[in-house]
Nanobody, 115 residues
Framework: QVRLVESGGGLVQPGGSLRLSCAAS????????MGWYRQTPGKPREWVAN???????TYTDSAKGRFTVSRDNTERTTYLQMNSLKPEDTAVYYC?????????WGQGTQVTVSS
């Protein structure tokens, strides 16, 4: 059974930082590409970043230079380090993976950027 569990969200002031974690089970984690997405009410889920099995990364334009995605294959966890946070980064953040033809999502973690 594939399971993704996000953690690390919270309330942070503009300019602050948060590190999100996504712990995976039920997949060969070191072989899996992992993605981060976010969603605000009334809007479609938005892709934020990917990290591939070899460690290469891609980012949406709004995340470049501020967010860093990483992975620890020993811990079966992917991270999203978010710096210089802005109010418009407020959203529920989800991790996602595609495994054996199916997409799997975590339950999400709320990030609120506000003074």
């Amino acid at each position: 059974q594939v399971r993704l569990v996000e953690s690390g969200g919270g309330l942070v002031q503009p300019g602050g930082s948060l590190r999100l974690s996504c712990a995976a089970s039920g997949i060969a984690f070191s072989s899996a590409a992992m993605g981060w997405y976010r969603q605000t009410p009334g809007k479609p889920r938005e892709w934020v970043a990917n990290i591939y099995s070899g460690g290469s990364t891609t980012y949406t334009d709004s995340a470049k230079g501020r967010f860093t995605v990483s992975r620890d294959n020993t811990e079966r966890t992917t991270y999203l380090q978010m710096n210089s946070l802005k109010p418009e980064d407020t959203a529920v953040y989800y991790c996602m993976t595609s495994w054996r033809g199916d997409d799997y999502w975590g339950q999400g973690t709320q990030v609120t950027v506000s003074s």
